[in-house]
């Protein structure tokens, strides 16, 4: 009997299914979102960068003294419709806007795949948009952590000066409080980011940071999952400090519960989970864990939303079936 992988009854059912992740510009979305795909594989993942959906280039956003996390400052209206477009399973035709030069290129054909990820600073920012929203992630790192990623980012691949680099960061800031930052409140799964409490440099050498992952209760879980620890090989193998924390995150009104990792633990830690998953989507190795001996936070967190987003696609089917 052959057997029915994840994949094929993904690409046998007609549900598109849209994962929102925001988060200022620089704050390490880009990083989850490309887990996604790499777990669950390009053929039924794809994603939209929002930026595509400014109305206007970097020349007139400076004429105007208007900074894109300003909602007006984009198309919202075109991106919900285009949302609306894409999961009824039909193509659009999408803008395109290229941050080398800070304007518009030609519009390209769009078509859906089983898995959209809406990344950017508004994917969920209007009820017409949170609607369509399947999953909703929201990425919150320290100020630090933030303003050094988008510093090494815009200078070494916007063509930006150090000092102009700066001063868009700190010209951006009240909008990103104003605009971006109350998207929090509408999200299932917060990332909180921080660095490690065991080192700073640890971030820029190893990517390694303290990440608080807190997440509103799944609806259901297919699969019981354990974080196994290997107590004789932690006294007797491990080099690496590590921490994991379960609490309680106090954010906009509301309270989730939360996991907090810091350093580095062994990749056998997540060896069960990751399993599970890869027995689940029939994707094997997966690539981001690919010849590591020791994973960090935000790997283990990664593996974590994905197992969670497996979950509720599967949920969806079983509801669709029993309706």
């Given amino acids: 009997?052959?057997?029915?992988?994840?994949?094929?009854?993904?690409?046998?059912?007609?549900?598109i299914y849209i994962i929102g992740v925001a988060g200022d510009s620089g704050s390490g979305k880009t990083t989850f979102s490309d887990a996604i795909t790499a777990?669950?594989?390009?053929?039924?993942?794809?994603?939209?960068?929002?930026?595509?959906?400014?109305?206007?280039?970097?020349?007139?956003?400076?004429?105007?003294?208007?900074?894109?996390?300003?909602?007006v400052a984009n198309d919202l209206d075109r991106l919900a419709r285009d949302v609306a477009t894409l999961k009824m399973?039909?193509?659009i035709e999408k803008p395109v806007y290229s941050h080398a030069t800070?304007?518009?290129?030609?519009?390209?054909?769009f078509y859906p795949t089983k898995f959209i990820i809406l990344e950017g600073l508004h994917p969920f920012a209007t009820p017409a948009l949170l609607q369509h929203m399947d999953y909703t992630i929201f990425v919150d790192p320290d100020n630090e952590v933030k303003y050094?990623?988008?510093?090494?980012?815009?200078?070494?691949?916007?063509?930006?000066?150090?000092?102009?680099?700066?001063?868009?960061?700190?010209?951006?800031?009240?909008?990103?409080?104003?605009?971006?930052?109350?998207?929090?409140?509408?999200?299932?799964?917060?990332?909180?980011?921080?660095?490690?409490?065991?080192?700073?440099?640890?971030?820029?050498?190893?990517?390694?940071?303290?990440?608080?992952?807190?997440?509103?209760?799944?609806?259901?879980?297919?699969?019981?999952?354990?974080?196994?620890?290997?107590?004789?090989?932690l006294f007797t193998r491990s080099t690496h400090d590590f921490?994991?924390?379960?609490?309680?995150?106090d954010l906009d009104n509301r309270r989730?519960?939360?996991?907090?990792?810091?350093?580095?633990?062994?990749?056998?830690t997540i060896h069960r989970i990751e399993r599970n998953i890869e027995k689940q989507t029939d994707v094997h190795p997966i690539d981001i864990f690919t010849g590591k001996e020791v994973?960090?936070?935000?790997d283990l967190v990664r593996l974590i939303i994905s197992w969670q987003i497996i979950n509720h696609r599967i949920h969806i089917d079983s509801k669709q079936l029993k309706g």
């Fill in 1 to 15: 009997m052959t057997r029915v992988t994840f994949h094929d009854s993904i690409q046998a059912s007609s549900y």
């Fill in 39 to 71: 777990i669950f594989g390009p053929d039924i993942v794809s994603t939209i960068t929002l930026d595509d959906y400014h109305l206007y280039d970097r020349n007139e956003r400076a004429q105007r003294k208007i900074t894109p996390l300003n909602p």
């Fill in 89 to 91: 399973g039909k193509p």
């Fill in 102 to 109: 800070g304007t518009f290129q030609n519009p390209i054909t």
């Fill in 148 to 233: 050094d990623w988008k510093l090494r980012r815009d200078v070494g691949k916007r063509n930006y000066t150090p000092e102009a680099a700066l001063e868009e960061i700190q010209k951006r800031e009240p909008d990103y409080r104003r605009f971006v930052l109350p998207q929090r409140a509408s999200a299932g799964t917060v990332i909180r980011i921080a660095y490690s409490g065991y080192s700073k440099a640890l971030g820029i050498s190893r990517n390694v940071y303290r990440i608080t992952l807190g997440m509103k209760p799944p609806e259901t879980c297919f699969e019981d999952v354990e974080l196994n620890i290997d107590l004789c090989g």
């Fill in 243 to 249: 921490l994991l924390e379960c609490g309680t995150l």
């Fill in 256 to 268: 989730i519960r939360s996991l907090t990792i810091d350093g580095e633990l062994s990749h056998e």
């Fill in 295 to 298: 994973i960090a936070g935000s």
